[in-house]
């Protein structure tokens, strides 16, 4: 005796195979993702007494978090990482600045995000944060972590001009170096970024204060550990000494 199916559960069932099939193929995808992520703050001798499950947590956060437009998604958050509904990592603030509020944004790549820190607090524009509020300025200073993964001076110069002047920052802290030597990019145009964004400032009454990062490239540095080896990889160092050709100033 033989049992006839429907042609609508069949249907049904089928639908129902292919999604299991699907969610199968998804969760093999994704433990196989997790197997190829590595992250260089891993091997670093900072992180030799931090526990492996902990550390490997850290570095999954990081990779776990979603840009768009070389903007950070907002609403984001991991085990260490909030990104806020602004787009930005840390605690949420008001877009409008109050009127007694001298408010600071430290910009940069994967270094001022933060990749590697244990929590939103201990990146650099949190401890930034703790040390300024052991101050008595006699007004609240408010820091902004406004890192970007990947960042180089001409996303920062987007991110100046087009998001961070709507939020009336007092200060713009940046980090540079690293991201503009690795995308290849001419110290004459890392100059003119900076400038820009210098001179932009100084027409939107906010200050500036540019730090180059001590890496291969910027003058007669010794290169670390880390920076040989990644030389030994063929990446195109800068020719020409930046420190040499980079004229950034503050007014």
Do not use: H
């Amino acid at each position: 005796m033989s049992v006839q199916v429907s042609y609508k559960k069949q249907a049904v069932l089928g639908i129902i195979g292919i999604t299991l099939l699907f969610l199968g193929v998804e969760a093999i995808a994704n433990v196989w993702w997790i197997t190829q992520i590595n992250c260089e703050f891993e091997d670093n001798e900072i992180f030799q007494n931090i526990d492996e499950v902990k550390k490997r947590q850290l570095c999954l956060d990081f990779y776990a978090i979603k840009i768009s437009d070389d903007e950070l998604i907002p609403n984001q958050k991991s085990e260490s990482i909030t990104i806020n509904s602004l787009g930005f990592r840390g605690d949420e603030f008001y877009s409008v600045k109050q009127s007694d509020m001298y408010r600071i944004f430290m910009v940069g790549g994967s270094t001022m995000f933060g990749v590697g820190a244990t929590s939103d607090e201990t990146t650099i524009p949190g401890f930034m944060q703790e040390f300024l509020n052991e101050k008595d300025f006699g007004f609240d200073i408010q820091v902004i972590n406004s890192g970007i993964q990947g960042a180089d001076s001409n996303t920062e110069l987007k991110l100046v001009k087009q998001k961070l002047i709507t939020f009336s920052p007092d200060l713009i802290i940046m980090y540079d170096g690293w991201n503009d030597l690795r995308a290849n990019n001419s110290p004459s145009e890392l100059k003119e970024n900076l400038e820009v964004i210098c001179e932009f400032g100084n027409d939107n009454n906010f200050d500036t204060i540019i730090s180059l990062q001590p890496i291969a490239g910027f003058g007669n540095k010794i290169l670390t550990k880390q920076e040989s080896e990644y030389a030994k990889t063929g990446e195109n160092y800068s020719k020409k000494p930046l420190i040499e050709s980079l004229s950034v100033y503050q007014d």
